[in-house]
């Protein structure tokens, strides 16, 4: 059975940082593009990060951003623990949301729609205080 489950959620000041995990289970994931969304109360889930693999290291990965979180957010992924990671420095109060993990097959070159992706987490709240 296949889970992605995150942690590393919480309460923040604005202007901190958190650092998200989304372990992934059931199969090896090392191919795989894997990618973060957020959900605020009556908002549409949206794009936040992106990361894909290509060659045997995770040096050679591409990275994707939406334009609210880029130089702010940082996705990295150890495919030798099937993890994916999203540093969160410098938030802002509109950074809250439910925050989920996801993952989908590399073939298709959109990685801001989230109904490419097969796979999901539960989510993991961040709130970030004024």
């Known amino acids: 059975q296949v889970q992605l489950v995150e942690s590393g959620g919480g309460l923040v000041q604005a202007g901190g940082s958190l650092r998200l995990s989304c372990a992934a289970s059931?199969?090896?994931?090392?191919?795989?593009?894997m990618g973060w969304f957020r959900q605020a109360p009556g908002k549409e889930r949206e794009f936040v990060a992106a990361i894909s693999w290509s060659g045997g290291s995770t040096y050679y990965s591409t990275t994707y951003y939406s334009d609210s979180v880029k130089g702010r957010f940082t996705i990295s992924r150890h495919n030798a623990k099937n993890t994916v990671y999203l540093q969160m420095n410098s938030l802002k109060p509109e950074d809250t949301a439910v925050y989920y993990c996801?993952?989908?097959?590399?073939?298709?070159?959109?990685?801001?729609?989230?109904?490419?992706?097969?796979?999901w987490g539960q989510g993991t709240q961040v709130t970030v205080s004024s």
């Open positions: 059931g199969r090896t994931f090392s191919s795989y593009v």
């Open positions: 996801a993952a989908r097959p590399p073939y298709y070159s959109d990685y801001e729609r989230p109904n490419l992706y097969d796979y």
